[in-house]
């Protein structure tokens, strides 16, 4: 597509229990990014993505978060056990290299209650 | 510990004249900056960006001051109007073309007709 793709936009869940998210980058990106954004506040960095691989994960949170992108395009985020404070809006993006900017998803309303 | 900064939360022009945003960051290893916009419900799109081997980057209205010895960098926007209301990110990254992309809490800007 023309763009980045995030499925769904909007999911509210139980505390406890299991959450994925969905990125759809733009084709041809083989750079893709996880961030999220907490209200009030700028995105913030979760992980990177270089092909197939996390080239950087440092941004996930704890053990209860993990992402996938086994074909090299698709990438889904995996939430597990899920807490209040994991509400906000997780955004995703792609891009052939940083020098002109990501091109970021409209981004997935997480809440949980 | 914020990375990158942005000291004003909010800003109000006057349609027509000139916004002024700033941005204070921290690491001397950062070596690339970037400006993105956000409208509500949408993810943020990249605006303009500066190497750290500029001074300035101008694209039509939207010009990025850099001065790497205090740390800071500003964009400016002129002439100012309604449409260029939004939330504006500073943000910042490091050596490489993938490096993750560090961003401050952001600027939300209000152009008044």
């Known amino acids: 597509g023309a763009g980045v793709s995030q499925t769904p936009s909007n999911k509210v869940t139980e505390k406890g229990k299991y959450v994925e998210l969905r990125c759809d980058p733009i084709s041809g990106h083989t750079a893709l990014y996880w961030y999220r954004q907490s209200l009030g506040q700028g995105p913030e960095f979760l992980i990177y993505f270089q092909g197939t691989g996390a080239a950087d994960d440092s941004g996930l949170p704890n053990d209860r978060f993990f992402a996938v992108r086994p074909e090299g395009s698709v990438s889904t985020l995996k939430i597990q056990r899920t807490e209040r404070g994991d509400s906000a809006v997780y955004l995703c993006a792609s891009s052939r290299s940083s020098a002109g900017g990501y091109t970021f998803g409209s981004g997935t309303r997480l809440t949980v209650v | 510990d914020q990375q990158v900064k942005q000291n004003s939360p909010s800003l109000s022009v006057q349609e027509g004249r000139i916004s002024i945003l700033n941005c204070d960051y921290t690491?001397?290893?950062?070596?690339?900056f970037l400006w993105y916009k956000k409208y509500p419900a949408e993810g943020p799109t990249f605006l303009i960006s500066i190497s750290s081997i500029k001074d300035k980057n101008e694209d039509g209205r939207f010009t990025v001051f850099l001065n790497k010895s205090a740390k800071h960098l500003s964009l400016h926007i002129v002439p100012s109007q309604p449409g260029d209301s939004a939330v504006y990110f500073c943000?910042?990254?490091?050596?490489?073309?993938?490096?993750?992309?560090?961003f401050g809490p952001g600027t939300s800007l209000s152009v008044i007709p």
């Open positions: 943000a910042a990254s490091g050596e490489t073309s993938y490096d993750k992309v560090i």
């Open positions: 690491n001397s290893m950062f070596d690339y």
